[in-house]
């Protein structure tokens, strides 16, 4: 199957039905500049700029789930602390779905803190106590799995060796699952892989693999023969090997297939299995085969280590990559999801966001100026385009002139456009709440108080720059010349 028939599998995730259960955390990022080293101790001095959470482990498995449109059914574990409580809204919020995270009162949330300069990640924190479940809590969780199993096409456990899954917890789920007909995809973790005896495909990384079978894993034929060893001596169907800038090895019976690392740039390898798992699980409920679904999760992973952080990758960025390998690189015509990813790494390097709007209509030497001018107070230019039916709300029935797919093309020619994203409301208000640029653009023919978003974007720090106008130049008047 060539890559861009595989687009088609991407476009079937919005069918796929998953159970997705593990070890579930919180990553929490501190981010910021390092300027000095401290006069205390020889350490760098970290002046943070922005915090962030995010949930990890399993927790991000889902996230991947959700930004590819599979639906889900989440169930894993918290402690019954602010962290826990923290999870759970964020689980709550994905939607899409549904999801049973149990609170245990003696447990630890476990909560993982990043520091990061820039793109350079200097310390991880963890605050984490692994422990089993209770047996009462244990048999919750494999009642709501048992109850779930006759309406998902597939159960992935992501083990993180937190408990969750621990004490014959994994292998009662994979019973479960085959006994109802269903495949199960593993992330294991730790040295003994019978505890997921019978389950459908495992995909560990080279490490975790060698870890298994206790020996190094010096080449392409050691990880070969380790994984078939282990596919034979627990009835696993298959293995998914991941090997880092070697790629991934695909193991299934007697056939060997090696597919080539994708990435172009390698920003942050944290939480890249996590997406492959959950591409892979997609792509199979999705009705693909193994080799298939392997490939996908390769092009998937080759993303999201451009990516700082836990990050996800979205459906139509996997379609993309699979159209043209350039695409996601030259691509200016984003939506917000990808356009928020994009932003956060441009800011993670250090460079300052610019934002304007405007419909576009008919691109004129005031429009061209503004843009200019615009580009000259930032590192990165986003223009937010009202759509087409925004356009019309605004300027009546006639306009646009030219719809939504010419005006950005329009745009993204000029050299002083990085971005561009289309927004349907009658303002760009909640586009400058998400993306948090430090430069907001308008021409001078608005004043400071007229201004949408001035007082969101000056709240934390950021600017408002009104542009010099080029007399003369209108579209409407511009219009109205023409149907003379």
């Not at 991947?64 to 019954?80: D, E, I, K, R, Y």
């Not at 991934?248 to 390898?269: N, T």
């Amino acid at each position: 199957m060539a890559e861009a028939d595989l687009i088609g599998l991407v476009e079937a995730f919005g069918r796929a039905r998953l159970i997705c259960a593990g070890d579930v955390m919180l990553d929490h990022y501190v981010t910021g500049r390092v300027e000095r080293i401290s006069p205390e101790a020889p350490v760098p001095v970290l002046h943070v700029d922005s915090e962030e959470r995010r949930l990890g482990g399993a927790g991000n498995v889902l996230r991947n789930l959700h930004a590819l449109g599979a639906a889900t059914c989440f169930v894993s574990v918290t402690g019954a602390d602010p962290a826990g409580r923290e999870v759970t809204r964020m689980v709550a919020s994905l939607g899409n779905g549904e999801a049973h995270v149990l609170a245990e009162r003696d447990r630890v949330t476990s909560v993982k803190t990043r520091y990061v300069a820039e793109t350079q990640q200097l310390l991880r924190a963890d605050r984490e106590r692994a422990a089993p479940i209770s047996a009462e809590t244990r048999a919750d969780l494999l009642a709501q799995i048992k109850t779930a199993l006759p309406h998902h096409q597939l159960v992935v456990l992501s083990d993180y060796a937190k408990g969750v899954l621990g004490n014959g917890g994994a292998l009662a789920i994979v019973e479960l699952a085959r006994a109802a007909g269903r495949p199960v995809v593993v992330d294991p973790k730790g040295q003994d892989y019978a505890i997921y005896r019978g389950a459908t495909i495992l995909k560990p990384n080279r490490r975790e693999l060698a870890q298994a079978v206790g020996r190094e894993l010096a080449d392409e034929d050691a990880v070969v023969a380790a994984a078939r060893e282990l596919i034979a001596r627990h009835g696993f169907g298959a293995m998914l090997v991941s090997c880092g800038k070697d790629g991934m090895l695909v193991i299934e019976g007697d056939d060997v297939h090696r597919l080539a690392a994708e990435a172009r740039e390698v920003y942050d390898v944290s939480g890249a299995g996590d997406t492959v798992v959950a591409v892979l699980s997609a792509a199979l409920a999705a009705g693909a085969s193994l080799l298939n679904a392997a490939r996908l999760a390769n092009t998937a992973a080759g993303i999201v280590v451009g990516k700082i952080g836990t990050a996800v990758v979205h459906a139509n960025e996997l379609a993309e990559a699979l159209v043209d390998r350039d695409t996601l690189e030259n691509r200016k015509v984003l939506p917000l999801p990808v356009a928020l990813d994009h932003v956060a790494r441009w800011r993670r390097n250090g460079l300052k966001i610019g934002f304007t709007n405007g419909c576009f209509d008919l691109i004129h030497p005031g429009h061209v100026a503004l843009l200019a001018e615009a580009r000259t107070a930032c590192d990165r230019l986003v223009v937010g385009l009202n759509s087409d039916a925004s356009v019309k709300r605004l300027k009546g029935p006639e306009r646009p002139v030219q719809n939504e797919a010419a005006r950005a093309a329009v745009l993204t020619s000029l050299a002083h456009v990085d971005m561009v994203v289309v927004f349907d409301a009658e303002t760009p208000v909640e586009l400058i709440r998400e993306l948090r640029p430090d430069v907001l653009v308008k021409g001078a023919d608005y004043s400071h108080d007229q201004v949408v978003g001035a007082d969101i974007v000056e709240s934390y720090g950021g600017r408002v720059l009104l542009a010099k106008i080029v007399p003369g130049y209108s579209t409407t008047a511009t219009i109205a010349r023409a149907v003379r």
